[in-house]
C-alpha cells in the first residue's frame, strides 16, 4: 500500500457509472491476449467504435453496423464483436457467428475474443464439437494468457485434469475462485483450495474463508501466508484478526506496525504497546517506527512516560516532528508546565510552518478567537492559514468562515472575493456550497435544497484505465468492464504495495463488480502518500474531470430519480445520502440492523409505510424497494422540520430526539454556528459530508452550475 495508506484506518470505506448500459455483458466472454509480434492498434479511447457507444440506442446499432461491415480495420473488428456480444446476450446464436464471419482471429488485435465469442455462439447454438475444438485452438494459440483460464474452465466442466491446470496456472484468475468455491462443496477444508481464495478479496465469502483456513490449518502456514491472510483481514477493516496474523508473518517494518496498530484496535492494548515497542527497538529508522512511537505515546501510562517518545520523533523523524512537538506540549499542559506546553507550540508554527499540524494549531487559534468575539484576531488567523498551509484539510474550512467573519465585519467585498477565491480553489469542499449559496447560486441553502430540481446531465466521461496491458484498457474502453476487470485481476502485480496508477486502476476495476464500498475508498485515499513524484501524479489525476466522476458515481439513477421525484425530494440529495450511507452497497447491513442503500431500519420501513398508507417493504436490500422507503422516511423528516434540511439529516442520522434538544438548547440564528454546535462529532461529520457529496454532484452533474465553475476558473 502507499507509504500513508499503510497506516491509516479506513472510516466507512469511504465512481463513474462504469457500465455504459449499451453493451450486453455475458461473464467470461470477453478475454483475449496477443500472439505476438503485431504491432497493437491505436487505443480504443480514441476510435469510432468507442464513439459509436456514447451516442443513443438506434444511432449506435447504425453506427456499428455501419463499422462492421467496412473494410477490414481494427474498428471493423471491434464494432463486429460488439454487435455478436449482443447477439449472443440476447440469444441469437446464428447472428453472431454471421457478425464474426468476415474476422480473421489470427490477424485480428482482439484474435482471442472473436474466437471465446465464436466458442460461446457454438454453445448456444447446441453445436458442442465444433465449440470444443475452437476452445482448444484457444489453449494452443494463447496458452500463457488469462485467456486460457477461460478455455480451461469451459473445458474443465468435462475434464476435471484441466481445472487442476487452470489452479494451477492462473490461481489468481476469477474463473479460478469459481473452481475453487465449486470444490469447496465437497472439500470444505481442503489447504490449497483455501489458499487459491485467499487473494480473492471480492467474494462475499471473502471472511469466512480466510477464518477457515486460519482455523483448519493454522500449524501449516508459512511466514508469506500469513502475511496474505493478514492484508486480507486488514483489508476487510477487521484489524484485531489482521493483527494477530501479522504477528505470524515475517518481521517487517510495515507487518510489525499493522501487528501492533490491529491489536491496538482490537482492544489488546498490552500486547500492542510490546509489538510497538519491538517495532522501535528493530527498526529504529524506519518511517513505520515514527508512527509507531507516536501511537505508543498515546498509549502508555502518564505524560513522562510519552515525553521521551515524542522526544525520538521530533529528533529522528522531521516529516511526523510536527506532530510529535503537538502531542508534547498537550502532555506538558497535562504536567503542568503551562508555558512549556505554549513554546512548545510555538516551535511547530515556527520550525514547521507548512505542515498540517501547524494548520491545525492555526485553525483552533481562529475558532478560539471567534468564539472570544474577536472577529478580526480570527480572520488573520484564518489568513495566515491559507497562506501557510494552502493544502491542509483545515484550508476549505478557514477559506469559508473568512467570508463569514469578513460579513461579521462589515467588510462585503472581502468577504465576495473570499466566497470566490474559495470556490476556485477547493471546488469539491463542502465549503464550496455555503460559499455558492452565499454568493447567489442557484444550489440552494439548508431550508431551500430539498425542493430543488436540478437538470440532471447523462454522464459524459469516463476516465482512460491509468494501469493494465494495452488488452485491458481496450476492454475497458469498448463496455467490456468484467472482462476488463478479470484481465486485472491477473496484471495486478503487488497489490499489496500499489502504484498511484494501479490503485486508481483498482478503484475503478471494483466499481464494476459493484463494490463501490472498496473502490470510493482507494480513490479518496489515492493521494495518501509521502513521495513528491507520487503525490505529483495523483495532482495530476485530480485535475481531470473524469476523476470527480469515478468519486462521485450515479448508480441506481433510475430508482433515484424516480423516487425522489414522487416525494418531491431534490434527486441529488437523495444519492448523496445514499453514497454516505452505504456507498451504494445494496446489501449492507449495520451492526443496529439498518438495512441497503439508505440504511433503512426494518422497524422504520415498517412504520413509515403505514404512516403513509403505501405497501409494506418486500425486500430492503432490493435497490428499488429501499430507496422507495427510504425517500419516503426523508421526506417525512423533512416535514417534521419544516423543509429544513440541517435538522432532516441531523434526524436521519441521530434521531430526532436529539434534533430537538439541539434546536432548543443552540437556536437556529446560524446554520454554520449550529453545525458546530452539534455535540455528536459523529452527526457533524455526516451533515457536512451528505451536503458534500450534494454539492459534488451539483457541479458534476448540473450543467447551469458547471457552466458558473468555469466562468470563474477563467477569472
Known sequence: MPKRLQHRVRPLQLILLLSLGLVALVA????????????????????????????????????????????????????????????????????????????????????????????????LAGNDAEAQDLYQQILQDFPEDPLAAEALYALGEQDPQLWDQALAEFPRHPRSAEIALQRL???????????????????????????????????????????????????????????????????????????????????????????YRILIQAFPEAEETATGLLRLAEMVDSPREAIPLLDQVIANFPNQAA??????????????SSQSAQQARQSVLTQYSN????????WQNAQNAAQQGNLRQAWDWAKQLLTENPDSEDAPQAAFWIG????????????????????????????AWRAASFLGWNVGTFTTVRSLTPTVRDLAERPRLPAGSDLTRELYALGMDEAAWRRWQMEFPDPMNPTVAEQYTEGLMLQVIGDYLDSLFMLSSLGWRDDPEELAEYEAFKAEPAYWYSLYPFPYREPILRWSEARQ??????????????????????????????????????????????????????????????????????????????FALASYNAGPGNVDRWISRFSFNDPDVFVSQIPFPETQGYISSVMGNYWNYLRLYNPEIQEKLEQIRDE
Request: glycine share 6%.
Open 28 to 123: 467470461g466472454l470477453f478475454w483475449s491476449g496477443r500472439r505476438g509480434g503485431e504491432e497493437f492498434p491505436p487505443q480504443a479511447d480514441d476510435s469510432d467504435a468507442v464513439a459509436a457507444l456514447s451516442l443513443g440506442p438506434s444511432r449506435q446499432q447504425d453506427e456499428l453496423e455501419r463499422l462492421a461491415e467496412g473494410p477490414a480495420s481494427a474498428d471493423r473488428d471491434r464494432a463486429a464483436y460488439l454487435l455478436a456480444v449482443q447477439a449472443i446476450a440476447d440469444g441469437q446464436p446464428d447472428e453472431a457467428m454471421a457478425r464474426l464471419d468476415p474476422v480473421r482471429p489470427r490477424s485480428s488485435h482482439i484474435g482471442g475474443y472473436i474466437l471465446l465469442a465464436q466458442a460461446q455462439a457454438q454453445n
Open 355 to 362: 505542515s498540517d499540524t501547524a494548520a491545525e494549531i492555526r
Open 323 to 336: 506532530e510529535a512537538l503537538l502531542l508534547r506540549s498537550q502532555m506538558l499542559g497535562e504536567l503542568g
Open 404 to 431: 463569514k467573519w469578513a460579513q461579521g465585519l462589515n467588510r462585503r467585498d472581502d468577504a465576495e472575493a473570499a466566497f470566490t477565491a474559495l470556490l476556485q480553489r477547493y471546488p469539491e469542499s463542502y465549503y
Open 185 to 275: 462443496e465437497t472439500q470444505p477444508n481442503d489447504p490449497d483450495l483455501l489458499r487459491v481464495l485467499s487473494t480473492h478479496l471480492y467474494l462475499e465469502n471473502f471472511t469466512e474463508l480466510l477464518d477457515r483456513r486460519v482455523s483448519q490449518h493454522r500449524e501449516r502456514l508459512t511466514p508469506e501466508d500469513w502475511e496474505t491472510i493478514a492484508f486480507g483481514y486488514w483489508e476487510k477493516t477487521l484489524y484485531g484478526k489482521a493483527g494477530n496474523a501479522y504477528a505470524r508473518a515475517a518481521n517487517t517494518p510495515r507487518n510489525l506496525y499493522r501487528t501492533a496498530r490491529g491489536l491496538q484496535l482490537g482492544g489488546e492494548r498490552n500486547r500492542a504497546r510490546q509489538r
Open 569 to 646: 425530494l431534490d434527486p441529488l440529495l437523495t444519492v448523496a445520502l445514499i453514497r454516505q450511507e452505504s456507498r451504494f452497497m445494496p446489501k449492507i447491513r449495520s451492526v443496529a440492523n439498518a438495512v441497503g442503500l439508505m440504511q433503512v431500519l426494518p422497524e422504520t420501513a415498517d412504520w413509515i409505510a403505514a404512516q403513509r398508507d403505501e405497501a409494506p417493504p418486500t425486500s430492503l436490500t432490493d435497490p428499488d424497494d429501499n430507496i422507495r422507503l427510504g425517500t419516503l422516511y426523508l421526506d417525512y423528516t423533512h416535514n417534521e422540520y419544516n423543509n429544513n434540511t440541517l
